[in-house]
């Protein structure tokens, strides 16, 4: 059985709540604010476990409230047009660095999301929307259904007041199509629908992944990092393929719309992934996924197999809920290889361990 258990649980968050900053919300201590959304999801999943309970935990619900509060009034919330930026200077959320990641508003966007879904207050409600609206206004490309990867960062810019910066053209926007970063925002618009109803944010989410699935899944379920543009030089060959970070986010993806009730075809093209994950980039010696396929012919650094444990957290998740929905418990025993092999690893990580236990089935789940 998954050795997952409540001492491991409470060891996590223990970690978690050592790294909380009461003062002003989020994590770490060491100055600069990154958002850290596994954390929060992690600290979301488990106060609603103690709601439903009938005994809901207050200090989870303040650690909840307060970092929102810091994200949303802090500077990495742009009160201009919305969105997020990658980080902040001071602890509390001054400085930022002012580049704005279609990764990092998407992950705050749904965050937001589940927050007010969970704790139903409208103030979360409208960072949420405000912040998909800067991914809808700023980012997306109608035609294709996708978003541009990051808007750049220009500090004269964002320096002017917020009332004359809006006679300046706005910072240009990187329109290179990252397979991750759009498989998440997707992700952020089924999290908009789940709390708020809204069908045509599904229609959102699934015209995304249907032109992700068409431009860079490969026969095989290998899947592309990017779509190079026509006009890239010389880009035949050069997207990195089959990285395990790009599987987990598109298979979750994938998995969404399927439980959403958008069709067999997704859990299929999610299985599909999860296939060619397993056989490609299972370390079968000590367990885990590497994050790339190790080539014999890299060189440097691409020569050295590295896990990471973000993606592997992800890619367990999806293996467990292909598990849930199939019934073929292969997904079940290659999710339970990859968390023994990093269960041993979760005192190091701290509270970067969270994205082991915010699992969309819990690990706990799956106990035999």
Excluded at 120 to 139: C, G, N, P, V
Excluded at 149 to 173: C, F, K, T
Excluded at 270 to 294: N, T, Y
Excluded at 348 to 362: D, M
Aim: glycine share 8%; with cysteine.
């Amino acid at each position: 059985s998954l050795q997952i258990t409540h001492e491991l649980v409470r060891g996590i968050l223990l970690g978690v709540m050592h790294n909380f900053d009461f003062a002003f919300g989020g994590f770490g201590h060491n100055g600069q604010k990154f958002p850290h959304p596994d954390a929060l999801e992690f600290i979301i999943e488990q106060y609603s476990r103690t709601e439903r309970a009938g005994e809901a935990n207050s200090d989870l619900r303040l650690m909840i409230e307060r970092t929102l509060r810091g994200l949303a009034e802090g500077g990495l919330n742009d009160p201009a047009s919305g969105g997020f930026f990658r980080y902040a200077q001071t602890p509390d959320w001054r400085e930022p660095q002012v580049e704005k990641l279609l990764e990092d508003s998407a992950a705050m966007a749904r965050v937001f999301s589940r927050a007010y879904q969970l704790l139903d207050d409208d103030q979360w409600k409208a960072i949420a929307e405000k912040t998909l609206r800067y991914m809808h206004e700023s980012l997306y490309d109608s035609e294709t259904g996708t978003w541009g990867g990051s808007q750049y960062a220009d500090a004269e810019y964002y320096a002017q007041p917020l009332g004359e910066r809006m006679e300046w053209n706005p910072p240009a926007v990187d329109d290179t199509l990252l397979t991750g970063s759009n498989a998440l925002a997707a992700r952020a618009y089924v999290a908009w629908w789940q709390a708020t109803g809204d069908t045509p944010s599904l229609d959102i989410a699934q015209k995304a992944i249907d032109y992700l699935l068409a431009n860079i899944l490969q026969a095989d379920g290998a899947i592309d990092h990017y779509l190079p543009t026509e006009d890239s030089e010389d880009w035949q060959g050069r997207s990195p393929v089959g990285l395990l970070s790009d599987a987990a986010d598109v298979c979750g993806a994938c998995l969404d719309l399927y439980e959403a009730g958008r069709g067999a075809k997704y859990l299929d093209t999610a299985a599909e992934i999860a296939d060619w994950a397993k056989s490609h980039l299972e370390d079968p010696r000590s367990g885990g996924m590497f994050d790339a396929v190790v080539r014999p012919d890299a060189v440097g650094n691409l020569r050295i197999a590295t896990k990471d444990a973000r993606d592997n957290f992800e890619m367990a998740d999806a293996l467990l809920r292909l598990y849930l929905a199939t019934g073929d418990d292969e997904y079940a025993k290659a999710a339970q290889r990859i968390l023994q092999a990093f269960i041993p690893l979760l005192p190091q990580l701290g509270f970067f361990g969270a994205c082991l236990l915010y699992t969309s089935p819990s690990p706990r789940d799956v106990e035999e």
